[in-house]
């Protein structure tokens, strides 16, 4: 978990920062636990459009947080790059404007 978590914050760093991400989750392995929060000024009609859109499942937390949570037993470093992908592609294309409507009250 803590090399993945570790991975993913290099994929942040390398792939979603120049896309308007931030990283919300301490960076020593010892405080974050197995989530990362990545936060971004659309953050919650990206975490819809993950999940409607993009087959990625994560948690959305106020103000802006998009929770991915790690699983070693289920996830694979494979798993982990693939949701970074599509997180930069979901802004990249402007997917989550169209969920930009309204405000659910459950991701």
Known sequence: ??????YLIGLWE????????????PRDPARRGSHVAL????????????????DVLPDFRTP???RIGIAPLYTS?????????????VVEEGIYEKYATGKPVVT
Do not use: P
């Open 1 to 6: 978990s803590i090399e993945q978590t570790s």
């Open 14 to 25: 390398e792939l979603l920062r120049g896309a308007g991400y931030t990283l919300n989750s």
């Open 39 to 54: 936060g971004h000024a659309q953050g919650l009609f990206i975490d819809l459009a993950l999940i409607h859109d993009m």
């Open 64 to 66: 802006d947080n998009i």
């Open 77 to 89: 470093f494979s798993d982990i790059h693939t949701a970074v992908q599509r997180m930069r592609q």
